[in-house]
């Protein structure tokens, strides 16, 4: 038994054990199993992640062959390179903060074993995701989440509403799975293997660079990114995802499963360098989400929504680096917003545990002095969410924004949208800051946290103020990305000065009052412009006239089954045959001999008719 | 005859000196715990005779038998088979007739039979093993005598299974008058030489497949399954089923390899002709049965339906090694999951209420009430409809990849039919299975022995096994297959 794959063993191990003994367990025992499953695997995953750093040594390892029929061996095999011991430092690093929070979060709610079962189901899948040698197995990890994910978005499953957006995140992100499906199907057809080394030396040999083949193969490689991470167009489950509980959502729709897709492009990256139409697209999508999202941002009132939004959006900066062909810029955003939105979604999720389950922003303020570590908190990560200078968002938003303007042509486009999504998303993670925590008091926290809470937010904080300067070991798996010496210095001091005009803005409008928001909110445009972003630029609606209603249609139309009658006849042919040949089981020995005598004379009839 | 010869025999020799030494037990003395116990260790010395006799191996023990590792390999799943079906029966018998102490010789000869069948190279080897199969499992079927029915299953058996065995004889005096040799191999180099129209030599292939196509009961030699398994004993309805299948089985692949049958393409033809209405027909008839055996049983002629396609595939030299090779497979996932299904109406139908003929509402609510039990017989449907991470999803993978390889579109047209057919009648199980009832009062006392919890856990185990881990057994299947082809 190799040590690597306790990894993911631990806690799915722990999952099953909570989910049989469910009833019987104490929420303490639960806890112990829960949290420290995940604990075990991320001392694990220090060590292993100690030992590459040392040696620099991918290391792999085959568990089992699960099948090997032809040349079709998919294994249960791992493949550990820098990329995965990022990853999977991520996964547990965060996921152990998370699951230690969750003790006191989830304290008196009456399912705790099915909750830290199903998170400690998701802890494994998506171990599995980052650690599989080959793309069958990831596609395994894959789905695994998005069925955690579904489990947990909709773990208070009394209220219809959750169900419904546990549904629609399920159903959405199938869009997604589907194209990808049909991508690894087209990648084992045209290169006979899903090993993904091996699969990408063979794209390199058999594949030229911008030939269809690889644009079709990378282009349903991006589907299923985009719908897992929350992309243009499919991001519409995630604002609705935060039905689940916080904790859920810090997890799974902020830190690890939504950035899947950010790590399947990078870990296939050599496929798509050889398609610079779907890299340009990557980047396209890349900024509009980013624009996209934060303006909606802007105009929210939910406390969860605004930092789903702005996830939203912060991946889109992932896509963008990624588009660019900076692979490593998107990891090490992927990392600092794994740490700076972990945190401030613990921080909302204590606002909320402490505040009557209140989300409304505007219901809250004044709880700089009532709930201090969790303004610390807010404040750290809000800072490092708009890229102030030094924090840790800071030198990951700035190397991706610097690889765009490197690049020729389309560049300085890509850098001007990433620039303002950066001004906004400083203007509305202030505008949160400043409502929530600063002014008069709305509501009166009920309870203060507990160092279960406090802990997990304390370690974020330090990571995400000084995550920055945490080295990636990521230069053996990506091509080195373009000098950015050369680039103007001006360039680089606008790309600092952006996030603080932001915060200045924020403070003009939101605190100091010396501009009013609500001048501009109070005409007509403003306030259609205002509901507009809230509703997400109408794009559920969109979608809900353009294809639900249409699908509703068509199956009213339906509700009569007129396509069933071919499948009823079908049934109706098999039950009348099923009499038929039932009808011949007389039970008398005579016939049974007589059908015995008939077959044998069919068969000799046949052989005297060919004989020669 | 030397000491080596007499090593590869070691499981036939150890049988039948078992099969002794129980009979003159019983002679001296009747005292069913300990014919019961030698019974089952000279089944499971038997088994591990094969480790000693497999260093011997292969060699021919006179013309009449091959000792190779095929034979070893399936002796022994022969015996384990036969060792289970034992154990699994004396609860059953305990609560039934009041001197069952012959039905565990039955038993150690029936499973002798199938072992020389195994070994068979000679087609007088083969019919000695076949009727010593056979006889025993007349007695086992009709042996528990109070009731009507399975003596009704015994004779009918007996007269359709008499017939059969004189049409392949009488196919056997034809194939005599052609080639002038009954051993396989040396039939090969006599039919090199004739001309794959010959009408004598077509004729008598054709009465031997239907001598032994009754016995794996394809369509239209299929209509004694049902009434023989719904009358005969739940443990010898799945010994019959499982080893009584698959011993004939192993000895026709034996003999269409060791004679080079597969040039004859018209008889191929009919093999696949058989192999269609199995699939169809087994399918058919199980769909709407509400007695489990029965239902057990028309699926039974369905799976040989799709296990004689390998035959037809085999008939491509390119493609026999794999297709032998999933056939073999198969036989061993399909007999692991026949004992287990027939094994759950067993355990079902050995407690004091001594039900017989269990029918679907008398299994409906078992998982509330036998959770065990219920598993066993959830993993041994799923695995016969053929469900991923099963022993049977992974036989079928195989046979349907080998199949595809060679292009039988027409077959695994019907194969694919058949299954999305048996689907809907195994998953019926399950759902009834599930069903909360209120009050328990349909299913009958069931056997709760710690010894059956613990076969019963064994199988499921091993199911799942074949299922996940079935790498390492189709290696060794491959590679002693070389051997033989």
């Not at chain 2, 042996?143 to 015994?154: G, V």
């Not at chain 2, 998982?367 to 449907?381: I, K």
Request: hydrophobic share 55%; charged share 10%; proline share 3%.
């Amino acid at each position: 038994m190799n040590s690597l794959s306790l990894i993911p063993a631990l806690p799915l191990v722990s999952a099953v054990l909570l989910m049989i003994g469910s009833a019987r367990l104490s929420k303490r025992v639960v806890a112990i199993f829960g949290v420290g499953s995940v604990g075990l695997s991320a001392l694990i995953v220090a060590s292993v992640a100690q030992d590459f750093l040392t040696t620099g040594e991918v290391q792999t390892a085959t568990l089992w062959a699960w099948i090997s029929v032809a040349n079709f061996t998919p294994g249960i095999a791992f493949y550990i390179d820098g990329l995965t011991v990022v990853m999977m430092s991520v996964i547990t690093g965060v996921g152990f903060l998370i699951h230690l929070y969750s003790v006191e979060f989830m304290e008196s709610d009456e399912s705790f074993a099915r909750y830290f079962s199903y998170m400690n189901l998701f802890v494994a899948a998506m171990l599995l995701l980052v650690m599989a040698d080959n793309l069958l197995l990831l596609y395994l990890g894959w789905e695994g989440v998005g069925v955690c994910s579904y489990l947990l978005v909709g773990f208070w499953y009394r209220d219809p509403n959750n169900g419904a957006a546990a549904r629609k995140a399920f159903v959405v992100t199938r869009i997604g799975d589907t194209a990808m499906a049909l991508g690894l199907f087209l990648l084992f057809t045209e290169l006979g293997t899903l090993q993904i080394q091996p699969l990408m030396a063979a794209a390199n040999v058999q594949w030229s660079g911008g030939g269809t083949l690889p644009v079709l193969a990378t282009a349903l490689l991006l589907g299923g990114a985009v719908g897992k991470s929350a992309q243009l167009p499919l991001h519409t489950w995630l604002p609705d995802a935060m039905a689940g509980p916080t904790p859920v959502s810090a997890l799974i729709h902020a830190a690890t499963m939504v950035t899947a897709g950010v790590y399947l492009i990078a870990r296939t990256h050599e496929l798509f360098l050889l398609a610079p139409a779907t890299m340009q697209a990557i980047a396209w999508l890349g900024v509009a989400t980013v624009l996209l999202a934060a303006f909606a941002a802007l105009a929210q009132n939910d406390i969860k929504r605004i930092l789903a939004y702005s996830t939203i959006s912060q991946i889109g900066y992932m896509f963008l680096a990624l588009g660019v062909g900076a692979f490593s810029a998107g990891i090490f955003h992927l990392m600092t917003h794994a740490f700076f939105k972990a945190l401030l979604f613990l921080g909302a999720g204590a606002v909320i545990h402490c505040l009557h389950h209140e989300h409304n922003i505007f219901k809250m303020g004044g709880l700089r002095t009532r709930l201090p570590v969790v303004f610390a908190s807010f404040l750290i990560g809000s800072a490092a969410l708009a890229a102030l200078p030094f924090t840790s968002g800071f030198y990951s938003k700035d190397s991706i924004l610097l690889a765009a303007w490197a690049l020729p042509d389309i560049g300085p486009i890509l850098w001007a949208g990433g620039l303002l999504g950066a001004l906004i998303t400083a203007i509305y993670s202030f505008r949160l800051v400043f409502i929530v925590f600063f002014g008069e008091a709305n509501t009166e926290p009920d309870k203060q946290v507990g160092w279960k809470i406090a802990v997990p937010l304390m370690v974020l904080c330090v990571l995400a103020a000084f995550g920055g300067w945490i080295g990636q070991p990521l230069s053996e798996v990506f091509p080195a990305t373009a000098d950015f010496h050369n680039v103007a210095h001006s360039v680089e001091y606008i790309g600092i000065a952006i996030p603080l005009i932001g915060l200045l803005i924020a403070y003009l409008v939101f605190l100091g009052g010396q501009l009013s928001v609500s001048k501009l909110t109070d005409s007509s445009l403003g306030k259609a412009l205002q509901n507009f972003w809230r509703d997400g630029w109408r794009l559920d609606a969109l979608y809900h006239n353009l294809l639900v209603r249409p699908f509703t249609g068509l199956a009213r139309l339906c509700r009569n089954e007129p396509v069933d009658i071919f499948y009823n006849s079908i049934v109706s042919f098999l039950r009348w045959s099923h009499r038929g040949l039932v009808s011949l089981q007389t039970g008398e020995l005579r016939w049974y001999a007589t059908t015995m005598v008939f077959g044998l004379l069919l068969l000799v009839a046949i052989m005297l008719r060919n004989a020669s | 005859m030397n000491i080596d010869d007499l090593q590869g025999l070691l499981p036939l020799l150890t049988l039948a000196a078992g099969a002794t030494a129980l009979m003159l037990q019983i002679a001296f003395a009747r005292n069913i715990k300990l014919t019961s116990f030698l019974a089952v260790a000279t089944l499971l010395a038997a088994t591990l005779s094969i480790v000693w006799a497999g260093e011997s191996a292969p060699r021919f023990v006179t013309p009449l038998l091959r000792a190779d590792k095929l034979a070893l390999v399936f002796s022994a799943l022969f015996c384990v088979a036969g060792a289970v079906t034992a154990i699994l029966s004396m609860d059953y018998l305990n609560n039934r007739g009041d001197e069952p102490e012959e039905y565990f010789l039955l038993l150690v000869l029936s499973t002798l039979g199938a072992c020389v069948l195994a070994y068979a190279s000679h087609l007088a080897s083969l019919l000695l093993g076949l009727e010593l199969m056979s006889v025993s499992l007349y007695a086992l079927i009709a042996y528990p005598d109070k009731t009507k029915l399975p003596l009704e299953a015994a004779i009918k058996y007996l007269v359709l299974s008499g017939a059969a065995s004189a049409t392949m004889l009488f196919g056997f005096a034809l194939l005599y008058a052609t080639t002038g040799t009954l051993q396989f191999s040396a039939m090969a180099q006599q039919l090199a030489n004739i001309d794959t129209g010959n009408i004598t030599l077509l004729v008598a292939s054709v009465m031997i497949v239907t001598g032994l196509g009754f016995k794996l009961s394809l369509v239209p030699f299929h209509m004694w399954t049902p009434d023989v398994y719904d009358g005969a004993p739940a443990p010898v309805a799945g010994y019959l089923a499982s080893v009584g299948k698959a011993a004939v089985f192993v000895v026709l692949v034996r003999w269409f390899i060791a004679s080079n049958l597969f040039r004859f393409s018209i008889l191929i033809d009919c093999i696949a002709l058989l192999a269609i209405l199995s699939m169809l027909a087994g399918n058919g008839l199980a769909l709407l049965q509400t007695n489990i055996k029965r239902m057990l049983a028309y699926s039974s002629v369905a799976h040989m339906g799709y296990l004689v396609i390998i035959l037809v595939v085999g008939s491509d030299l390119a493609h026999r090694p794999l297709a032998i090779e999933a056939g073999m497979y198969y036989l061993i996932a399909y007999t692991a999951t026949t004992i287990a299904a027939f094994g759950l109406l067993t355990l079902l139908s050995a407690g004091k209420s001594q039900k017989e003929n269990i029918q679907l509402h008398d299994v409906s609510g078992l998982f509330w009430h036998q959770p065990l039990y219920a598993c066993l017989m959830l993993v041994a449907l799923l695995s016969l409809a053929g469900i991923p991470l099963t022993a049977g999803f992974v036989a079928k993978f195989y046979l349907i990849s080998s199949a595809v390889s060679d292009g039988r579109w027409i077959l695994l047209g019907s194969l694919a039919i058949g299954s999305s057919i048996g689907i809907y009648y195994y998953l019926r199980v399950v759902f009834y299975m599930t069903r909360r009832v209120e009050e328990h009062k349909n299913i009958p006392e069931a056997a709760h022995g710690l010894i059956e919890k613990f076969m019963t856990c064994t199988l499921i185990a091993s199911i799942l096994l074949l299922g996940i881990v079935p790498q390492s057994l189709m290696e060794y299947l491959r590679s002693i297959l070389q051997l033989v082809n």
